[in-house]
């Protein structure tokens, strides 16, 4: 699990990283500021899969946090490893979505300034973020799990 939570951690920084360089291009103010008026601006559905994954990560927090520190340890938290995987599935698919919704935008319109694209593609790229940075901090957590219930079965 180290090595998914490492592989989701770069993957959702560089997304999120991504997402402002895309508000940048928006000529979107920066810092948190394009944060909130990407959220502001974003579909229902973007919203309402933002909401879950920061719901859901907030339930893995306290999971992994609880795992963790139970006594004895438990030898392998599915719930853990179900939000390292469920998480940043959700927030792909909801970024897949909206990808495909930027698309039909595009044929239907014939825009190909990118001014105009960005938004709508930074809006994509942070519910992927917050997705797959959701499920590396779960997967963090599972190899936590793990460590320390290998650490008692030795001891």
């Known amino acids: 699990m180290r090595w998914i939570a490492m592989a989701w951690g770069l993957i959702g920084a560089s997304l999120l990283a991504a997402a402002f360089y895309l508000a940048h291009e928006a000529e979107m103010p920066a810092g948190a500021q394009a944060l909130g008026i990407l959220f502001l601006d974003m579909g229902p559905l973007e919203k309402l899969s933002l909401m879950l994954i920061v719901v859901a990560g907030i339930a893995v927090l306290f ?65 992927a973020a917050v997705g797959v940075m959701a499920g590396a901090i779960a997967a963090a957590l599972a190899a936590a799990v793990e460590l320390r219930a290998r650490a008692a079965d030795i001891a």
């Open 63 to 127: 999971a992994g946090a609880s795992a963790v520190n139970r006594k004895p340890p438990p030898s392998r938290d599915s719930f853990l490893s179900l939000g390292a995987l469920g998480l940043p599935a959700l927030g792909l698919l909801a970024a897949a979505r909206r990808g495909l919704v930027i698309h039909q935008a595009v044929l239907a319109t014939h825009t190909t300034n990118f001014k105009i694209i960005a938004p709508s593609l930074a809006e994509a790229v942070l519910v």
